[in-house]
Protein backbone atom coordinates (compact mmCIF):
# COMPACT_ATOMS: atom_id res chain seq x y z
CA UNK A 1 0.00 0.00 0.00
CA UNK A 2 2.78 2.12 0.85
CA UNK A 3 4.48 1.90 -2.71
CA UNK A 4 0.72 2.78 -4.81
CA UNK A 5 0.41 5.72 -2.03
CA UNK A 6 3.34 7.48 -2.87
CA UNK A 7 2.94 7.48 -6.72
CA UNK A 8 -0.68 8.30 -6.57
CA UNK A 9 0.55 11.22 -4.25
CA UNK A 10 3.17 12.29 -6.55
CA UNK A 11 0.80 11.93 -9.79
CA UNK A 12 -1.25 14.44 -7.59
CA UNK A 13 1.63 16.59 -6.94
CA UNK A 14 2.59 16.77 -10.46
CA UNK A 15 -0.91 17.24 -11.92
CA UNK A 16 -1.34 20.24 -9.25
CA UNK A 17 2.08 21.86 -9.91
CA UNK A 18 1.34 21.53 -13.71
CA UNK A 19 -2.24 23.37 -13.02
CA UNK A 20 -0.57 25.87 -11.32
CA UNK A 21 2.07 26.44 -13.68
CA UNK A 22 -0.77 26.88 -16.57
CA UNK A 23 -2.62 29.20 -14.80
CA UNK A 24 0.08 31.12 -13.98
CA UNK A 25 1.07 31.85 -17.39
CA UNK A 26 0.06 35.54 -18.48
CA UNK A 27 -1.95 36.31 -21.31
CA UNK A 28 0.41 37.61 -24.13
CA UNK A 29 -2.16 40.84 -25.27
CA UNK A 30 0.42 43.71 -26.08
CA UNK A 31 -1.93 46.22 -25.93
CA UNK A 32 -5.46 47.89 -25.71
CA UNK A 33 -6.68 51.30 -25.22
CA UNK A 34 -10.44 52.09 -24.45
CA UNK A 35 -11.63 56.66 -25.57
CA UNK A 36 -14.63 58.15 -27.00
CA UNK A 37 -15.38 60.03 -30.41
CA UNK A 38 -16.96 63.45 -29.68
CA UNK A 39 -17.71 64.89 -33.15
CA UNK A 40 -15.50 64.15 -35.61
CA UNK A 41 -15.51 65.60 -39.02
CA UNK A 42 -13.60 64.23 -42.19
CA UNK A 43 -10.12 63.20 -41.92
CA UNK A 44 -9.86 63.28 -38.32
CA UNK A 45 -7.34 61.35 -36.34
CA UNK A 46 -7.30 59.01 -33.51
CA UNK A 47 -4.19 59.32 -31.21
CA UNK A 48 -1.08 56.92 -31.66
CA UNK A 49 -0.22 54.01 -30.24
CA UNK A 50 2.83 52.07 -30.33
CA UNK A 51 2.49 48.02 -31.34
CA UNK A 52 5.89 46.46 -30.66
CA UNK A 53 5.11 43.67 -33.23
CA UNK A 54 5.79 40.83 -29.69
CA UNK A 55 2.69 38.72 -30.69
CA UNK A 56 0.37 38.08 -33.29
CA UNK A 57 -2.80 39.61 -31.97
CA UNK A 58 -5.01 41.36 -34.92
CA UNK A 59 -5.02 45.12 -35.24
CA UNK A 60 -9.04 46.04 -33.74
CA UNK A 61 -11.36 49.24 -33.55
CA UNK A 62 -14.23 48.48 -31.78
CA UNK A 63 -17.24 51.42 -31.73
CA UNK A 64 -19.64 50.59 -28.96
CA UNK A 65 -22.74 53.76 -28.73
CA UNK A 66 -22.60 55.84 -32.11
CA UNK A 67 -24.39 58.30 -33.28
CA UNK A 68 -24.19 60.48 -36.94
CA UNK A 69 -25.63 62.71 -38.71
CA UNK A 70 -26.25 60.31 -41.60
CA UNK A 71 -29.91 60.06 -42.42
CA UNK A 72 -29.16 56.48 -43.68
CA UNK A 73 -27.89 55.65 -39.86
CA UNK A 74 -23.71 55.22 -38.47
CA UNK A 75 -21.48 54.51 -41.16
CA UNK A 76 -17.96 55.27 -40.98
CA UNK A 77 -14.96 54.99 -43.25
CA UNK A 78 -11.91 54.06 -41.21
CA UNK A 79 -8.43 53.72 -42.31
CA UNK A 80 -5.49 52.57 -41.02
CA UNK A 81 -1.61 54.01 -40.81
CA UNK A 82 1.82 53.60 -39.35
CA UNK A 83 3.37 57.01 -38.49
CA UNK A 84 6.70 56.95 -40.90
CA UNK A 85 8.98 59.97 -40.50
CA UNK A 86 9.90 61.59 -43.62
CA UNK A 87 7.98 59.65 -45.48
CA UNK A 88 4.01 59.26 -46.56
CA UNK A 89 2.27 56.97 -43.97
CA UNK A 90 1.76 53.70 -45.01
CA UNK A 91 -2.02 52.29 -45.06
CA UNK A 92 -3.14 49.38 -43.68
CA UNK A 93 -6.74 49.66 -46.09
CA UNK A 94 -9.68 51.41 -45.91
CA UNK A 95 -12.53 49.49 -42.92
CA UNK A 96 -16.50 50.21 -43.36
CA UNK A 97 -17.10 50.47 -39.26
CA UNK A 98 -21.05 50.35 -38.83
CA UNK A 99 -21.01 50.58 -35.06
CA UNK A 100 -19.01 47.15 -34.76
CA UNK A 101 -15.34 45.79 -34.93
CA UNK A 102 -12.91 46.84 -38.14
CA UNK A 103 -9.99 44.19 -37.60
CA UNK A 104 -7.11 44.77 -39.96
CA UNK A 105 -5.44 41.68 -38.97
CA UNK A 106 -1.75 41.16 -37.58
CA UNK A 107 0.88 43.90 -38.28
CA UNK A 108 4.29 43.10 -39.45
CA UNK A 109 5.49 45.99 -38.82
CA UNK A 110 6.54 47.72 -35.30
CA UNK A 111 5.77 51.00 -35.31
CA UNK A 112 3.32 53.90 -34.40
CA UNK A 113 -0.23 53.34 -35.70
CA UNK A 114 -3.39 55.63 -36.02
CA UNK A 115 -6.90 55.43 -37.74
CA UNK A 116 -8.52 58.26 -39.41
CA UNK A 117 -12.06 58.58 -40.47
CA UNK A 118 -13.06 59.53 -43.80
CA UNK A 119 -16.79 61.07 -43.55
CA UNK A 120 -17.95 62.44 -46.89
CA UNK A 121 -18.81 65.68 -44.68
CA UNK A 122 -20.35 63.36 -41.92
CA UNK A 123 -19.95 64.06 -37.93
CA UNK A 124 -20.07 60.75 -35.50
CA UNK A 125 -19.79 60.81 -32.37
CA UNK A 126 -18.58 57.18 -30.22
CA UNK A 127 -19.24 56.51 -26.56
CA UNK A 128 -16.53 53.78 -26.24
CA UNK A 129 -14.15 52.61 -28.82
CA UNK A 130 -12.02 50.12 -28.17
CA UNK A 131 -8.62 49.91 -29.89
CA UNK A 132 -6.41 46.38 -29.33
CA UNK A 133 -3.40 45.51 -31.04
Known sequence: MGST???RTGAVIALAAAATLAGS???HAEGSRTSYIQGW???QESSRWHDGHKDGNAT???FKGCDSDQSSGF???LSLYRAKSLAPDPSYGKKLNTCNTSNWGTMKTAGDYYFKYHGAGYVISVKTV????
Open 130 to 133: KISW
Open 25 to 27: VPA
Open 60 to 62: KVQ
Open 5 to 7: FRK
Open 41 to 43: KFD
Open 75 to 77: KAN
